[in-house]
């Protein structure tokens, strides 16, 4: 009688190696899979913040129209806040936390609602009173050419 092949070990660990690289590979993806998601909904929620803001603003804003001192007045607050939110968003590409997708319509909009009459003439008088929203000052000044992201990278040498 012959010694027992070695075959079906070498078959045995060869299947179990393969099963082994599989799971690393499916541990990668669900990691991959869950920080999508959770970029999508950071992404997502600040898109619902904009929303809420603006549900106080009077809809002819929106529309190209202009708006009473008295409402202009009455909702300062809130095209504050809108440009607070802006220059968040800004903030956010430049660090990397918004994908570019998502940035390229977020800046198209933030460009649209700063040419509008009443968010220009909010956005002068906050560039007026204040030294902040350097991220959405610096954007604005590139008349929206620029991608925040590669801002980080200039200022670290980076291509």
Known sequence: M???????????????????????????????????????????????EYRDLCITIPAEVFLGGSISDEQYTKTFDEFYRNIDL?????????????????????????????SLTAFARAWAEVRNRTTSFQELRQLAESDFQTDPRSWARHRRGEA
């Open 86 to 114: 802006s220059n968040e968003q800004v903030s956010l590409r430049q660090r990397g936390r918004i994908s570019r997708t998502v940035w390229e319509n977020w800046c198209l909009g933030i460009k649209y609602n700063l």
């Open 2 to 48: 012959s010694a027992p092949s070695a075959l079906p070990w070498e078959a045995v660990s060869a299947i179990a190696t393969s099963v082994a690289a599989l799971g690393v590979f499916l541990a990668l993806w669900q990691i991959w899979l869950t920080r999508a998601i959770a970029q999508l909904q950071f992404e997502d929620a600040l898109a619902r």
